[in-house]
């Protein structure tokens, strides 16, 4: 399983950006799928995940609970993370993931810098 995340860039606080995640390389609709960041110097963390095993339900860190809204497409291995309110804190790399018979898979991550 291969994912590209794209729509990562430079935004002012405040702004927003949608981040798209495609998976390809398996004929399979990928149950659980998510996004992660990793901050200069920090640990990864969790953003948000969707499953659709369950209705599509989602879940999502508490720091981003009203600005962030993770959606997928229902055909497709995609994803998508539309920030809203962006602030300074949330620059990092974001990664799409997702995991399958045991696997966990990781896209090469897009950067996404807000400046103050």
């Known amino acids: 399983v291969q994912l590209q995340a794209s729509g990562g860039g430079l935004v002012q606080a405040g702004g927003s950006l949608r981040l798209s995640c495609a998976a390809s390389?398996?004929?399979?609709?990928?149950?659980?799928m998510g996004w992660y960041r990793q901050a200069p110097g920090k640990q990864r963390e969790l953003v948000a995940t969707i499953n659709r095993e369950s209705g599509f339900s989602t879940n999502y860190a508490d720091s981003m609970k009203g600005r962030f809204t993770i959606s997928a497409d229902g055909a497709k291995n995609t994803i998508f993370l539309q920030m809203n309110n962006l602030k300074p804190e949330d620059t990092a790399v974001y990664y799409c993931?997702?995991?399958?018979?045991?696997?966990?898979?990781w896209g090469q991550g897009t950067l996404v810098t807000v400046s103050s």
């Open positions: 993931s997702t995991s399958r018979l045991g696997v966990n898979y």
């Open positions: 390389g398996t004929v399979f609709i990928l149950s659980h």
